[in-house]
């Protein structure tokens, strides 16, 4: 048994070393692939960075302070603080007298003008009627139709002598025009009857010659000749005078039509200066008469009402009350840190957390950088150096969070996504970073 023990020992102290090395080394296999593989995805994997800025909730469009213009007496207040208004929506009356008379002058004398700016114009193109303009027609007033029809009476007046006028002169006109033709008549025929007589005067002094005849009638019919002559000079004489004058009625009815022209172009350029004086003073007026009903310029609730008075006096340029947005976006005014500012930019996706609720029952919401500024600021008491951004949050994200009501002023915290980098770089970026200060040459 000895020997046998002997012979068989060895062998089995060397199995047991053997087995004993086997397990060791694949514990180093295992713990060399479990290392490998960290590695592996440390280099590989990409893990998403984020900047974390700390913020409050406002609204994207600031709240609105309300104010006059020119101020004036309160007439009545239409709101009280809280109140929910829309855009548009009259939010105090203020006295108007003074402006209401000074319009209703201005808009009296714009309409007289405007009408006789119609009439002239009607009168310049010797147009059949006047076309008044639409806004002096509708609407229709008791002194607008009493304008159109003071305007319209003194038209047809002026264009009833004007017609009368050329009348009279194509009527005279037409009596010279037949005296013309009287005369041109009574011209052809003298001449014909100077033309026989001066035959009889030729055939007269022939008899003489022959002595059938005396000399004396031979003079009479000479004299006849001659009065004929004188007759026809006459007569055309008369001609000529009656020819100038129908070229003298005739530019007269022209004349007649020009000076109604040119009166009424004179009347029409200053006419228009003085309408055009009044618009300048008509459209500041009505602008501050429309400013006696204060508006709300935005939907929203009325906040930090500041008059209550009827008959008080608001001062120019003097604030009255806010209104705060209703329908506007939300946005987180985020402070980054100077040493994060190089990696934030706008359009960058960001997630929100609302810390005023519950981080376990209330997921973060999706937003997106809108505003980073280009110029750091200073906290006067931390002295820290961030630069304001904003984050708008996605309001369909909001739709889903039913039981969240965000007001402004409510803080909450923006993790806004940076380039991904690995494990690996994240660990490495610090000694890299020592190193580069480690080994840079003074």
Sequence with gaps: MSILNGIFKPTIQIDESGQSTRIVRKGMFVGI??????FLWASIAPLSGAVIA???IKFATNRKTIQHLEGGIVKQILVRDGDIVKAGQPLVLLEDTRNSAELNILRDQHDALLAKDARLIAEKTLADKISFPSELLTPSTPKRVELINKENAIFYSKRKILNDQISLLKTELSHSKDAVTAYQAQVSAISENINYRQEQVAMREGLMQKNFVGKADVLNYRQALTEKKEQLAEKNADLNNTRARVAELDL??????????QQADSDLKE???????????????????LRRTV??????QVMSLKITTIGGIVSPGQAMMDIVPSSDDLVIEVNV??????????????????????????????GK???????AIEDPQTKMVTYPAHVMI???????????KIEPGMPATAYIKTQERSMLEYLISPITQRMRHTFREE
């Design 33 to 38: 692939v479990i290392v490998g593989g960290f």
């Design 54 to 56: 700390e913020g409050k």
């Design 252 to 261: 007269r009815a022209i004349d007649a039509k020009n000076q109604y022209i």
């Design 271 to 289: 006419t228009s200066s003085q309408l055009q004086e009044v618009i300048e003073r008509l459209r500041p007026a009505e602008d501050s008469m």
């Design 295 to 300: 508006l709300a310029p935005i939907d929203g």
């Design 337 to 366: 840190k100077n040493i994060d500012i190089d990696t934030v930019f706008t359009d960058q996706v960001a997630e929100i957390q609302l810390n005023a609720y519950n981080q376990r029952s209330t997921p973060m919401v999706s």
């Design 369 to 375: 950088v809108t505003y980073v500024a280009r110029d």
């Design 394 to 404: 996605d309001r369909d994200a909001l739709k889903s969070l039913q039981h969240v």
